[in-house]
């Protein structure tokens, strides 16, 4: 991992880190159990289509559970912070994967023209009108062609994962290449929207 750092010319902290319960909430993943922390944290930004997206990606430890039913769970993460003041709640994950850190956002799964991606993936969102401008034909063809993480998008926060495995070295260098190509993918009416706040609109100042 430090030389993975070392590589991307990011940094790296590999000691416990327990403040990223604090970092990003309601992500679904860093409120769950407790003794909770971040550790093998690596830090830096990459850029797509010219904006910068803000990375962290590592390890995660929490546990639940006591006695003989404590369990102590490890699971490896990328959390991109998008380059826009505000964007929709979105869950992707495939179907079969939904674990007990997954966890719905209170709506009904959207069905898209695809019914192979709508058999293979769940989406949900309050959103319906982002859900279908995020997930268009390209992008539905690119979640079909490679082996996808769960998604999860809060404010301006992007969580991927893999269920609950973690990943070696090689592992963290593909989800960082499949994260460049899924923002790459975010269409430009959906970018321009998502420049201004609810409520906004392009003519405000």
Known sequence: MARLAGDLSWRFWPND?????DQYPKLGLFDHGRQRYAYNTLTGTIQVAGRSYDVQMGDYRYTEGSGKNQHTYRVS??????????VPDLNIHREGLFDNVVQAIGFADIDFESAEF????????????????????RMIEYFLQVQAP???????HVLLREGLSRWDPDGFRRQLAWARQFFGLWP??????????PGE?????
Request: proline share 9%; glycine share 4%; hydrophobic share 35%.
């Open 17 to 21: 880190d327990a403040s990223i319960s």
């Open 77 to 86: 993460y990328l959390v991109a912070t998008v380059p826009f003041p505000f």
């Open 118 to 137: 709508s058999r293979k993936y769940s989406v949900q969102s309050p959103d319906r009108r982002f859900a279908y401008a995020l997930i268009h034909p």
């Open 150 to 156: 769960a998604v999860r998008i809060h404010d301006r």
């Open 188 to 197: 430009d009416n959906v970018t321009e929207q998502l420049q201004y706040k």
């Open 201 to 205: 609109g392009a003519g405000t100042p």
